[in-house]
């Protein structure tokens, strides 16, 4: 279940966890509020090098100042995927056992996807647990990775391969924090919510999104407001009714298999997983029309609301042969068959289909001829 309101939306993930999500700008009063009602016994931020002047100078400051947090209480970690891994947990739980933390201390994420997972991790695991905030720094942290309580850490074998379901006490989106965000970064959330518009079977999230356009790169928008917090809903909709994926869940990796191989291939260095997953969108529309007999129109309303948003859809020269060695190592491959999630329209899915080799090949040939 969740509720929505005008800035917040209520997660009830079981009769004993439900949080809320507030979305807004400038709100700094009632997060520290909020912050100081969680009655910390002291509170840690794990947050990262690289965010813009307004997330020092402004966000930060104010929140070291108000929760009365000290230097030895912030651990920065470097940004970028390669550092949420296993090797930078060891610095970073010394330094919160070393200032003192228990049990009743609280662990405020602040940063990206990448921040939001690994000082989850280290919510979940350290003391056997404490409880943490999400405080989300990008469009697809803030749509995506905040929410659903999926915390892991990369290992060298492979990304988000050691992970814990812990799910936050409250999650903070300023929208404020968008100013400072990088084009590629946008890019990321957008195809996130791209993915929401096409499993959401109220099928209010698409037409809001195409509508809308050229709202949704602005983050002083209200109409970017409403597509987040949108966004937001349908993810805690899936979330509530399959906490632990053992099923329903699945369906949030709408695109994300040839993401991840592609991501894979290119040694997560080329693009942002945004880039990866708008093209991933493209092949799992000719795979569900190859399939599943997707109508065309759907794929066509699809590229229209991609293009629309300037996300690349093109095979980035690399081969179907090159990827299909990549998903062969995906975690949702079973007996070296990747399995994908699939539309059969807009807003109905199945997930777990089985697609072969030929098939792949065709919907990414197809994806190169159509787009190179
Ligand atoms: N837990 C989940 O359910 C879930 C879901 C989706 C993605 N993820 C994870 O999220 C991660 C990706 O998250 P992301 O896309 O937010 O990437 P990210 O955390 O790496 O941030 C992207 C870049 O934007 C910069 N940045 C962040 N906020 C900024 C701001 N306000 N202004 C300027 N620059 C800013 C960062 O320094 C970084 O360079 C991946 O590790 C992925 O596995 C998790």
């Known amino acids: 279940m969740h509720t929505l309101d005008s800035s917040k939306i209520n997660i009830q993930i079981s009769s004993e966890k439900e949080y809320d999500v507030f979305v807004g700008r400038g709100f700094h009063d009632s997060l520290f509020q909020k912050l100081a009602s969680l009655q910390a016994s002291s509170y840690f931020i794990i947050s990262q090098k690289g965010l813009g002047p307004f997330f ?65 991790f280290v919510a979940a695991t350290i003391q056997r647990g404490v409880r943490f905030v999400q405080i989300p720094s990008t469009l697809l942290s803030a749509v995506d990775a905040s929410v659903g309580g999926k915390v892991a850490i990369n290992v060298d074998r492979g990304k988000n391969m050691v992970g814990a379901f812990h799910q936050p006490e409250l999650v903070y989106f300023n929208l404020d924090l968008l100013k400072t ?30 509508e809308n356009t050229v709202h949704l790169r602005d983050p002083a928008s209200d109409l970017l407001k409403k597509a987040v917090m949108d966004s937001i809903a349908f993810k805690a909709s899936v979330v509530a ?39 991933g969108l493209v092949t799992m ?56 999630v699939l539309l059969r329209r807009r807003g109905d899915y199945e997930y777990g289909v089985k697609v072969s080799e030929e098939s792949f090949q065709k919907a990414w040939n197809r994806q190169k001829a159509q787009f190179g």
């Open 56 to 120: 020092f100078n402004d966000f930060l400051d104010q929140l070291k100042k108000h929760l009365e947090i000290p230097d030895k209480q912030i651990c920065m970690i470097e940004g970028g995927e390669e550092n949420k891994h296993l090797s930078r947990l060891g610095p970073v739980y010394n330094q919160i056992i070393d200032a003192g933390a228990d049990r009743k201390s609280v662990i405020l994420a602040v940063g990206g996807g990448v921040v939001g997972d690994f000082a989850g």
């Open 181 to 210: 965000l990088p084009e590629k970064e946008w890019n990321c959330g957008l195809a996130e919510m791209v993915k929401h518009g096409f499993l959401d079977s109220q099928g209010q999230i698409y037409p809001f999104l195409l």
């Open 285 to 340: 529309m000719y795979l569900s029309e190859e399939i599943l007999g997707l109508p065309e129109a759907d794929t066509k309303s699809m590229i229209d609301l991609m293009q629309k948003l300037n996300l690349p859809l093109d095979t980035a020269g690399i081969s179907a042969d090159d990827l299909l060695e990549h998903l062969k190592y995906d975690k949702k491959t079973v007996g070296g068959i990747p399995q994908f």
């Open 241 to 279: 009714r399959d906490e632990k994926e053992s099923g329903l869940r699945a369906i949030l990796n709408l695109g994300h298999t040839t993401a991840h191989a592609l991501e894979s291939f290119t040694e997560y260095s080329r693009f942002s997983h945004g880039e990866a997953v708008s093209r």
